[in-house]
């Protein structure tokens, strides 16, 4: 499987994921090509940059018509912004710093430095239609176009309106119409199946927008966002924009740290502004998931010790853990501090089920912190067979090496312990019928296959 993974330790914008796509093996002229599908006036530039003393690229988008008219469904037209690269450089000083196109500032709504009117509004309807008349792959369509729609999505809630009475203010502008699209050909074009992302640094300070003056990050940047793992470090600024946040939705990305693959390609976008002492950029690293050794699988650990619970509070709370789904829970005496005797209690468990056992913990014992981990667990292939004994049929469980060739074979205590008590025989007895009933079973098997079949101890 090709895995792409987005390092966001500097947030990630629109042209931070251009460059960072063309710098991971991209080509220029396909993005190139891609804006000039859309038919928006908007042509693409390139140049090599330095972040923080690494080289990276930086794409930007130039548009060259100061209007475009929007016939969305209430027919208010709008004008396009017409920004080139010297008025993007110039608002390098303020908090928008990744995209000039992400937040219009206050002058923008009046007058560009030609003198142009702006009244920057485009209809989700009208982007839709843009994107669609574009000749475009569908797959490329189709992500642009759910970006777009997720943008729609958060602005309706917001502002408690409808979808189709949202108006796009500076998203609506057609250099995030370009990133967006372009973002969605070059992913294509790597030909990843499944993207993933680290923490996002999300900025702090103010951006000011349409809106006013607002905090970092941006109200539509937070609703896209979800529950994603955020953080705020290094200099004030805004470093997550809406586009970004689209971005990520729209490649379905999930969060975590590098997966184990083998990096075949990797790629350096730059923002807009060069932060001292920490490169504002976007890596991204393409690669091939290695494969895991058969039989692994994640499995995660939670510890905790108590010193002020009784052994019977420990057990009820060993029987809840395990019927919320630990697959296992062991308790061992351990020496504290002061002389104190202490319980270690130990969880084992799947990844997906530790947060609710770890607030389960909390909430049913005494501690008042533990701690977790995340490991490797090896685990033999397992089935399970019936043999038949005087008393009834017991269940045995087998475990087999990846030859094939049996590891393993116990029979199911809770069965032999309900036949011993049931037929008022020793348990041990009805064990060893059990494992003596398997091996006549294994045996002839191997006499059918014309193999040695005897149990591998």
């Not at 993005?31 to 140049?47: D, F, Q, S, Y």
């Not at 932060?275 to 692994?296: C, D, F, H, S």
């Not at 699988?297 to 395990?322: C, F, H, K, M, R």
């Amino acid at each position: 499987m090709k895995i792409g993974y987005l390092e966001c330790f500097s947030g990630i914008s629109g042209d931070m994921m251009l460059g960072a796509l063309v710098d991971a093996g991209v080509p220029f002229d396909l993005l190139a090509e891609t804006t000039a599908a859309l038919n928006v006036g908007a042509h693409l530039e390139m140049r090599k940059v330095s972040r923080g003393g690494l080289a990276a690229v930086k794409v930007d988008v130039v548009t060259q018509r100061p209007e475009i008219r929007d016939q969305g469904s209430d027919g208010a037209q709008a004008h396009e912004l017409a920004h080139h690269e010297r008025s993007r450089e110039s608002h390098a000083h303020s908090h928008h710093d990744h995209e000039h196109h992400a937040h219009e500032s206050e002058a923008a709504h009046q007058h560009d430095e030609h003198g142009h009117g702006h009244a920057e509004h485009r209809s989700l309807k009208t982007i839709l239609g843009i994107i669609d008349a574009a000749p475009l792959k569908d797959a490329v369509k189709q992500r642009a176009a759910r970006a777009f729609e997720l943008l729609g999505e958060v602005e309706a809630a917001i502002h408690s309106i409808p979808i189709e009475k949202v108006h796009f203010h500076e998203v609506g502008a057609v250099d995030t119409i370009v990133d967006i699209v372009c973002a969605a050909a070059g992913c294509e074009a790597l030909g990843v199946d499944s993207w993933m992302a680290s923490p996002l640094n999300v900025g702090s300070g103010t951006v000011k927008c349409a809106h006013g003056t607002l905090p970092v990050p941006a109200p539509a940047t937070l609703a896209l966002l979800g529950d994603a793992p955020v953080y705020a470090a290094g200099v004030p600024m805004e470093r997550v924009t809406p586009t970004g946040a689209a971005l990520l939705r729209m490649l379905n990305v999930t969060y975590g740290t590098l997966p184990a693959m083998s990096v075949k390609a990797r790629g350096y976008g730059a923002g807009g502004r060069d932060t001292p002492g920490e490169p504002n950029l976007l890596r991204i690293l393409v690669g091939v998931a290695q494969k895991k050794a058969e039989g692994t699988e994640a499995i995660a650990v939670i510890e905790t010790v108590v010193d002020d619970a009784t052994p019977q509070l420990l057990a009820y709370v060993s029987e809840l853990l395990l019927e919320a789904g630990a697959w296992d829970v062991y308790r061992a005496p351990v020496q504290m501090k002061k002389g104190r005797a202490g319980v270690q209690m130990t969880v084992l468990s799947s990844p997906e089920t530790m947060a609710a056992l770890r607030d389960l913990l909390l909430r049913e014992t005494t501690t008042i912190g533990l701690r977790w981990r995340m490991e490797n667990k090896l685990a033999l292939a397992r089935e399970f067979v019936e043999v038949e004994t005087e008393w009834g049929n017991v269940r045995i469980k087998v475990a087999r090496w990846p030859s094939g060739e049996v590891a393993n074979a116990s029979p199911e205590y809770e069965v032999c312990r309900n036949i011993a008590m049931r037929h008022g025989v020793p348990l041990k007895l009805v064990m060893q019928e059990a494992m003596r009933a398997y091996a006549e079973m294994e045996r002839a098997s191997a006499e059918e296959r014309g193999a040695d079949g005897s149990l591998a101890h």
